[in-house]
């Protein structure tokens, strides 16, 4: 993640209460996925971009082993009291506090069942994201699997000069003030995601249309390792 958006997000998250239930695509890809498994405490799950923990926090409570990378290190203390709080297990060695691509370094190759990534690569410039995909297959188990949520083209306030390659600074809608914000059009997809140690097994769009006539618009993509 660039440096301007570790420090944007860390303000955020000092400053905000902030996401404590998980995303309805996460819930339905760890269930689709893991929910038929007899031990679940064998799974282990890694969120990139984690925040303070609102998907792990349901994997947890659903029997999987969680970890966490994120650049904040206030997200990750918030993630660490509720977890705490509410009994669930966690360690210090679960957690990473940093940048994704460094970060993984930390883990064995061939470690994770799934890792999960939503609306979080995208604080990175394409090139990065690609270096960053590929370790993270790296990390994953033969068959482990990964979602990636990222906005798409067409998203209101993702609009005008761009900084880098589908980057911008937004002024207005929902990334306003958030920082650097690169979006992925469907034949980045491919560019971005595909590499020789996986394959893209589903592609969904979500489209939340506002009063305004504006639009959010995402990519649910879905990939297991070969």
């Known amino acids: 993640m660039k440096k301007d958006n570790l420090e944007i997000w860390e303000k955020i998250f000092q400053e905000n209460e ?3 239930y998980p995303a309805l695509s996460v819930v339905k890809f760890v269930a689709r996925n893991f929910y038929n498994v007899k031990d679940r405490a064998s799974i282990k799950i890694l969120e990139i971009g984690a925040g303070v923990g609102a998907n792990l926090w349901f994997c947890a409570r659903e029997g999987f082993e969680v ?4 650049g904040s290190q206030t997200a990750i203390q918030k993630m660490q009291e509720r977890f705490t709080q509410e009994n669930l297990p966690l360690q210090d060695v ?6 994704y691509f460094e970060q993984l370094e930390h883990f064995e190759d061939n470690y994770f069942d799934a890792v999960l990534d ?4 995208y604080c990175n410039s394409f090139d990065r994201s690609k270096e960053i995909i590929l370790k993270v297959f790296d990390k994953l188990k033969p068959n482990g699997v990964m979602l990636s949520q ?7 306030g993702l609009q005008g000069k761009e900084v880098s390659y589908h980057a911008l600074l937004p002024q207005s809608g929902p990334m306003s003030g958030k920082g650097f ?8 997809i491919d560019k971005l995601y595909k590499n020789e140690h996986n394959e893209i097994t589903n592609i969904e769009r979500l489209e939340l249309h506002l009063e305004n006539g504006e639009a959010i618009k995402e990519w649910l993509i879905e990939l297991k390792k070969v």
């Open 18 to 20: 902030w996401g404590k």
């Open 150 to 156: 990222t906005f798409a083209e067409g998203t209101y």
């Open 94 to 99: 679960q957690l990473k506090v940093g940048d």
């Open 181 to 188: 914000t690169r979006f992925t059009t469907r034949e980045d």
């Open 118 to 121: 939503v609306e979080s690569l």
């Open 67 to 70: 970890y966490a990378i994120d």
